[in-house]
């Protein structure tokens, strides 16, 4: 399909009709060419090309679309449009971009390969919903600035839907390059010069009038990467930021994810002002967590994103501090480096921009890695945290945790690397530079953090790996009855967790070690509590049995971080919602906390009591023993006493009266 209006236009379709057809009959191609636009027609005539490329799409005989504007014209005869672009066959829309920088748009719409299907017909749709809108100002030609705008401020149509890609390999009349299978002119001037340009180099590349050749497309290797469709979808990005106010510099670092994956944001809101709260509940494709309770500071909220976007399966992790700005090619190159295999993190490279913006348009030229990693924007798999472990939540604020990570990754023997081909922009400690008083803070909480590098290494940070070794001491604080091993790294996590809640202060952290101990003798733990269980899940996961199944209300940052750590190391943990009625499968130890009233346990031991092997474990039975939880009602104990007296297989255990007390029963006919 190929569109244009005005006598330079209608000149330039007629001068290479033949051309096109010549092309679509080779290739088997359908062709539709449209130089005139309804008198009606209420938009400025660029508008016209959405019109018929929804008429298209929502036609059911195609399966492709190949879009020109009249002034780009096919280059190569040999090369089939449709199979040269395998690798992108499951995308809805392959553009490309200026190939210099723009000051109003970063794409151009006019040579377009579109695939007919639900995702591409809604972007269109909502493309044209948007003519005459005020995002529409004549100097960004209409539609070509809706089109910019949507990419550029719209993360959702980066998910399977957009690919911004250089590969298409687009000629430019003023910029001539012979290689090409389209040929297209970029930038402003006189269209009537143009006629005249195309002319002369139609005149100079002459289409062939033999039979087809049939010459197969050979991929560069960047297609070759992605020539198997099947396999793009099974990379899927969880992108985690930290966010404290700096809201204007939040939404461009948001506007500035660009990837060929499919992705979803995970934002950690650390105790922001109520507009930047009001901006993030409304990003779309984002999970945002609201101050988490128990945080500690970024090493913790860094952990919480990571947990949340593996659990959610995601197969990469990237962390972005909210005051950069991604090249759009950067997350596509994070991903290409890290996917090579030979180190566990892999950063992007902070460039050198006059401004800010430029980093849009940058031309990234390098190939090879380059120092440190650094950490306002790095990429991580399940490898780090098997491998190297987690970040040191003792980092309280922020300040030494990344520099901790670094020679925790060269105690265990791996690598970092921070690579050239993936860049972006950095503000620089944009959220104390706003608030003086957080400065003062997180200043203070940062000389904490260097004298607990300190103890933990035994100096201060040093940058070279040579350096590491002759200096830092041999194991963290020079303790080997402490040390981690290689071979624990995964289940090290369950540990510190397990330790976190033994020190916080709850209904129920005396009883830990109880929970613990009955956790371990047993193959398979059922916990059902009405509201958090996070304190308790943290002694059951760490006893390390084959099967653990959680039923709670709230899927707390808690209970997210204690998943993740559980399937790290490898326990089959599964998480479930908590309501009325559940159905539990067979287990041997069931732990209830639910709403403590008589009739609420009577009912729970007679639905789940006949599922469980061997220890049934109550919380809350002295609080609770008598008097129920809920107004009026009776506690806990008249349950647990008749179904003893009913069911003489079960007998008490053990009965705990301290931190609201703890009961055991134990099932003897196992």
Known sequence: MTSGAGTDYE??????????????????????????????YPYETNWYKIDLILEALRSDQNSYIIYLDADAIIADFDVDLCSALP?????????HPYPWKRTIWHWNNGVMYIRCCPEALNFFELVKSLAGTELNDPSTFV???????????????????????????????????????????????????????????????????????????????????????????????????????????????????????????????????EETK????????????????????????????????????????????????????????????????????????????????????????????????????????SNALKRVGWFDEHYRCAYCEDTDYRSTIYHFGEREVCTRTAQYYHYLSSTIKEDSHLNEFIQVKANENRAYFRSKWGRDPVDDIPAMKALYYSVPFNCPDRAVKKNEISTARLADLYTAALQESSDISEHLNILYRMASCVDNVTSITADGAATSTAAFVYAMPKH????????????IRLQCASKIAGLDYIYEQYRSAIEIDPTDLLFIDTIKTEEIITRELNEYAGHVRKYLIFHDTETFGCVGELPGSLGIWPAIARFVRQNPEWQLFKHYSHCHGLTILERRDW
Not at 548 to 559: A, F, G, H, R, S
């Open 278 to 381: 009001n901006w993030l509940s409304s990003v779309p494709n984002a999970i945002v967590f609201t101050d988490p309770e128990r945080s500690t500071g970024l090493a913790w909220n860094w952990n919480l994103g990571i947990s949340a976007a593996l659990n959610d399966e995601m197969t990469h992790v990237l962390i972005v501090n909210n005051d950069i700005i991604l090249h759009p090619e950067a997350i596509d190159a994070l991903v290409k480096r890290i996917n090579v295999g030979d180190a566990v993190l892999v950063s992007g490279f902070a460039a050198s921009c006059n401004r800010p913006e430029d980093i849009l348009s940058f031309n990234v030229t390098a190939i090879d890695d380059g120092g440190n990693a650094e950490y306002p924007c790095f990429m991580i798999t």
């Open 143 to 273: 539609e070509q600035g809706t089109v910019n705008h949507l990419l550029l401020n719209e993360p959702q149509y980066q998910s399977g839907l957009v690919i911004l890609t250089h590969h298409w390999n687009v000629n430019i009349f003023n910029q001539p390059n012979d290689g090409a299978i389209v040929a297209a002119w970029h930038g402003s001037g006189p269209t009537d010069r143009r006629v005249e340009i195309m002319r002369e180099w139609a005149n100079n590349h002459p289409y062939p009038a033999a039979p087809m050749k049939m010459v197969p497309y050979v991929p560069s290797d960047l297609d070759k990467e992605f020539t198997n469709k099947n396999t793009i979808p099974d990379t899927t990005i969880g992108i985690v930021i930290v966010i404290h106010n700096c809201l204007e510099l939040t939404k461009a670092a948001v506007a500035s994810i660009k990837t060929r994956y499919p992705y979803r944001l995970y934002l950690i809101d650390d105790h922001s002002n």
């Open 11 to 40: 000149r330039m379709l007629s001068d290479h009709d033949a051309r096109h057809r010549s092309y679509c009959e080779r290739w088997g191609y359908d062709l539709r060419i449209v130089s005139t636009i309804p008198d009606y």
């Open 548 to 559: 653990c199944v959680i039923y709670c209300k709230l899927q707390t940052p808690q209970i």
């Open 87 to 95: 690798a992108y066959a499951w995308l809805g829309l392959v553009i």
